[in-house]
């Protein structure tokens, strides 16, 4: 009995507390996106610098956007002259933000941490009224036949994912939903295909931003493996959860959280 004490004591508390956040984290990208909000600053708190504590946040919420892949293969198979463009467009980006931000000495981005918390909280707050304003106009135009329904043109879509594509790479939070706003800017109103470009875009500058930071050895395996684990089962325990819970709620609940952590960080500093 007497043995079972110092194995209590053992226990890693903050790898216990990574892999309750990174649970919530799994639950909040599958109902809503913005689990980074929660699973960075958990990564921070571990002690990892702020570099390593971006990459491995990366490296471990990725995995989860696989399912993505394979759920909108037929669709992405069917638009492939935008997919494979955007695809491409996500590797180069995704690829030029990994390194810029392995390139940031670590108190600077530390010091950026506040302000891409802030950026990315007011992306997902506005992503509600501008989604609505976006419906309204595309129900306009579709009251216009003369105006019909022209494809974008491939390369400004190129060049616009791969700017996003690079904030992918560097930070990432709530890119998806500039990329979704993107492509209804450019005139596509089919929901579906408009969501299978957002995955063929930002899977790939994920993916090539997990390759780099794998290889320059900015990952700390000890609590990545935990944290990925731990969010996979809270994406798939979510399922009914998204079916429930109003998505305004969500949305809601997401900005208040990234508000917070900005809020939080600026006041550290």
């Known amino acids: 009995m007497a043995s079972f004490f110092p194995s209590f004591a053992s226990i890693d508390l903050q790898l216990v507390g990574l892999v309750a956040i990174a649970f919530l984290a799994g639950v909040l990208n599958a109902v809503a996106g ?14 990892m610098p702020p570099v390593a504590a971006n990459a491995t946040n ?11 892949v394979a759920a909108y293969w037929p669709m992405i198979r069917r638009n492939l002259r935008l997919a494979a463009p955007m695809a491409l467009a996500g590797l180069i980006g995704g690829a030029a933000g990994a390194v810029v931000l392995l390139s940031t000495p670590q108190m600077t981005f530390l010091h950026l941490v506040p302000w891409l918390l802030l950026t990315a909280a007011t992306i997902f707050a506005v992503s509600g009224p501008v989604t609505r304003h976006l419906d309204g106009w595309k129900a306009r135009r579709r009251e216009r036949p003369e105006t019909g329904s022209r494809r974008p043109h491939v390369l400004l879509v190129f060049l616009s994912t791969t700017a996003i594509c690079f904030y992918i790479g560097y930070f990432g939070a709530g890119a998806g939903f500039l990329i979704i706003t993107l492509m209804s800017l450019f005139g596509l109103e089919n929901l579906h295909e408009i969501n299978a470009l957002k995955v063929a875009s930002t899977t790939p500058a994920n993916g090539i931003a997990f390759v780099i930071f794998v290889v320059r ?13 731990a969010a996979a089962i809270g994406g798939y325990a979510s399922a009914s959860l998204a079916r429930r819970v109003p998505q305004p709620v969500l949305r809601g609940l997401v900005v208040a959280i990234g508000l917070s952590m900005a809020a939080w960080f600026f006041w550290r500093q």
């Open 34 to 47: 913005g689990g980074s909000f929660l699973l960075f600053p958990a990564m921070l708190g571990t002690g």
């Open 58 to 68: 990366t490296v471990a919420l990725w995995p989860g956007q696989l399912t993505s």
């Open 217 to 229: 050895g900015q990952v700390l395996w000890h609590y990545c493996l935990a944290a990925m684990v």
